[in-house]
C-alpha cells in the first residue's frame, strides 16, 4: 500500500521557518522524483521544489527560491522542505508528491499558516 504522509506544518509568524517532512512507503522511493506542491485558498495547486532521482538537480519555483530548500534521504524513504523567512503568501495546503514516468502518488497534504 503506497503512502505519503506529510507532517510538521503549522501557525508560524511572518520571517519564521518550519521544516516540512513526508514519510513515503510501497513504493521504491529511489525511483521517483519527489516533489512538494502548495494550494491556496482559491488558487491553484502549484509546484513548490522537486528532488529528483541521485544526480538531478533541485528545481524551486520562483517565489521560493533562495528560501526554500527541498532535500531527500533515499535510506530513510524521506523528503524534506525547510522553508525560511515565510511570508504570509506562503500560506497554503502543502502536499508532498511522488512521480514516475505515468505513475503518480500524492500525500493528504499539511496546513501552513503564516500569520501574526
Known amino acids: 500500500q503506497v503512502q505519503l504522509v506529510e507532517s510538521g506544518g503549522g501557525l508560524v509568524q511572518p520571517g519564521g521557518s518550519l521544516r516540512l517532512s513526508c514519510a513515503a512507503s510501497?513504493?521504491?522511493?529511489?525511483?521517483?522524483?519527489m516533489s512538494w506542491y502548495r494550494q491556496a485558498p482559491g488558487k491553484e495547486r502549484e509546484l513548490v521544489a522537486a528532488?529528483?532521482?541521485?544526480?538531478?538537480?533541485?528545481n524551486y519555483a520562483d517565489s521560493v527560491r533562495g528560501r526554500f530548500t527541498v532535500s531527500r534521504d533515499n535510506t530513510k524513504n524521506m523528503v524534506y522542505l525547510q522553508m525560511n523567512s515565510l511570508k504570509p503568501e506562503d500560506t497554503a495546503v502543502y502536499y508532498c508528491?511522488?512521480?514516475?514516468?505515468?505513475?503518480?502518488?500524492w500525500g493528504q497534504g499539511t496546513q501552513v499558516t503564516v500569520s501574526s
Open positions: 528532488a529528483p532521482r541521485a544526480g538531478g538537480t533541485t
Open positions: 508528491y511522488a512521480v514516475r514516468s505515468k505513475t503518480v502518488y
Open positions: 510501497g513504493f521504491t522511493f529511489s525511483n521517483y522524483v
